[in-house]
C-alpha cells in the first residue's frame, strides 16, 4: 500500500522557519511529480510548490522568494523550506504525489497533512 508520510509542521513565529518532509513508501515502481498544497481554516485547498522528477520546480507567487522546493530521488522524499514565515502562512499543508503503484497504472496520492502555525 503506497502513502505519503509528512513530518516537521509547527508552531513558529512571524519570521521564522520551518521544514517540511513528505517521503512516499509502500510498494511502487516510480514517482513523478510531486508537490505541496495547503489549506487555510474556511478556504479552499491551494497550491503551493511543485518539484518533477527532474528536480524543476514550480513555486506559487505568494511564497516565491521565502520558500524553496526540493526532492531527493533515492528515497523518494520531498521537502518544502520556509523561510520568512508569515501569520498568513498558517495552514494545514498536504503533501500530493504521482506515484505508478506495483502493477498498477499511475495514481495520485495525498499525505495526511501537517500542521504548520506561525505567530503575529
Known amino acids: 500500500q503506497v502513502q505519503l508520510v509528512e513530518s516537521g509542521g509547527g508552531l513558529v513565529q512571524s519570521g521564522g522557519s520551518l521544514r517540511l518532509s513528505c517521503a512516499a513508501s509502500?510498494?511502487?515502481?516510480?514517482?513523478?511529480?510531486m508537490a505541496w498544497y495547503r489549506q487555510a481554516p474556511g478556504k479552499q485547498r491551494e497550491f503551493v510548490a511543485r518539484?518533477?522528477?527532474?528536480?524543476?520546480?514550480n513555486l506559487a507567487d505568494s511564497v516565491k522568494g521565502r520558500f524553496t522546493a526540493s526532492r531527493t530521488n533515492a528515497d523518494n522524499t520531498v521537502y518544502l523550506q520556509m523561510n520568512s514565515l508569515k501569520p498568513e502562512d498558517t495552514a494545514v499543508y498536504y503533501c500530493?504525489?504521482?506515484?505508478?503503484?506495483?502493477?498498477?497504472?499511475?495514481?495520485?496520492?495525498w499525505g495526511q497533512g501537517t500542521q504548520v502555525t506561525v505567530s503575529s
Open positions: 518539484v518533477r522528477h527532474d528536480g524543476s520546480t
Open positions: 500530493n504525489a504521482n506515484i505508478r503503484p506495483n502493477m498498477g497504472a499511475w495514481e495520485n496520492y
Open positions: 509502500g510498494s511502487f515502481v516510480a514517482v513523478n511529480d
